[in-house]
């Protein structure tokens, strides 16, 4: 197998394809035709390289997280302007494997997670891309707030990046209430099974009395 390898890591997807095809399939067709020519052509100006491209998403990595971030923002304008390409991004750093055209690892699985935050024409990056980017005056990045994804240890801060032209998500007060409640539901079953745990020990130290 193939050794892991840290690098910055990009991850984009047309938002809504499925409905896009269901309503007019050549157009569709044409965008995504679109979407992935740019996404091979910008991805090789700024010195990355694209690890997957399926259906409608892509990966690409980057050796400087200034140059995915710049990328991002440059693929943005240009799925502005007509044809217009619904498209959200997630930038994040962490360990990938590349195999058959395929993409694997912890890096690749937290940035899918990031991405998800983005809404189209915007992109989302993490609090370790943002430290990346501290001497970075062309960068405009506001907080998003701190996120709690499924199997990963600790919440992740994230950050949308603000330069003219770039859709910026709200301040998702209702996805951070929505994990809130999920955090408070696994506090719940840890509370559960720790009492069960107390019940069950305590019957069985009666039974030895």
């Given at each position: 197998m193939t050794t892991p390898k840290s690098t910055t890591l990009l991850y984009a997807d047309i938002v809504g394809y499925t409905a896009l095809i269901r309503a007019d399939k050549d157009n569709a067709l044409a965008k995504l035709e679109y979407f992935k020519a740019l996404m091979q052509s910008q991805t090789q100006a700024y010195q990355g390289e694209v690890i997957q491209l399926h259906r409608d998403y892509c990966i690409?990595?980057?050796?400087?997280?200034?140059?995915?971030?710049?990328?991002?923002?440059?693929?943005?304008?240009?799925?502005?302007?007509?044809?217009?390409?619904?498209?959200?991004?997630?930038?994040?750093?962490?360990?990938?494997?590349?195999?058959?055209?395929?993409?694997?690892?912890?890096?690749?699985?937290?940035?899918?997670?990031?991405?998800?935050?983005?809404?189209?024409?915007?992109?989302?990056?993490?609090?370790?891309?943002?430290?990346?980017?501290?001497?970075?005056?062309?960068?405009?990045?506001?907080?998003?707030?701190?996120?709690?994804?499924?199997?990963?240890?600790?919440?992740?801060?994230?950050?949308?990046?603000?330069?003219?032209?770039?859709?910026?998500p709200e301040s998702c007060a209702e996805l951070r209430e929505e994990q809130k409640q999920a955090n408070r539901k696994r506090w719940l079953r840890a509370l559960q099974l720790f009492a069960g745990y107390l019940v069950a020990a305590w019957t069985n130290l009666k039974i030895e009395r």
């Amino acid at each position: 197998m193939t050794t892991p390898k840290s690098t910055t890591l990009l991850y984009a997807d047309i938002v809504g394809y499925t409905a896009l095809i269901r309503a007019d399939k050549d157009n569709a067709l044409a965008k995504l035709e679109y979407f992935k020519a740019l996404m091979q052509s910008q991805t090789q100006a700024y010195q990355g390289e694209v690890i997957q491209l399926h259906r409608d998403y892509c990966i690409a990595a980057f050796e400087r997280a200034a140059d995915a971030v710049a990328c991002a923002e440059a693929l943005q304008m240009n799925f502005k302007a007509e044809p217009t390409v619904p498209v959200r991004m997630g930038i994040h750093a962490g360990e990938v494997i590349v195999e058959n055209g395929n993409a694997f690892g912890e890096g690749v699985f937290q940035v899918t997670q990031i991405e998800k935050i983005a809404i189209a024409g915007s992109i989302v990056l993490s609090k370790e891309i943002q430290a990346q980017l501290a001497d970075k005056a062309q960068f405009a990045l506001e907080s998003l707030g701190a996120f709690t994804f499924k199997n990963v240890d600790n919440p992740i801060e994230l950050f949308a990046l603000t330069n003219d032209g770039l859709s910026v998500p709200e301040s998702c007060a209702e996805l951070r209430e929505e994990q809130k409640q999920a955090n408070r539901k696994r506090w719940l079953r840890a509370l559960q099974l720790f009492a069960g745990y107390l019940v069950a020990a305590w019957t069985n130290l009666k039974i030895e009395r």
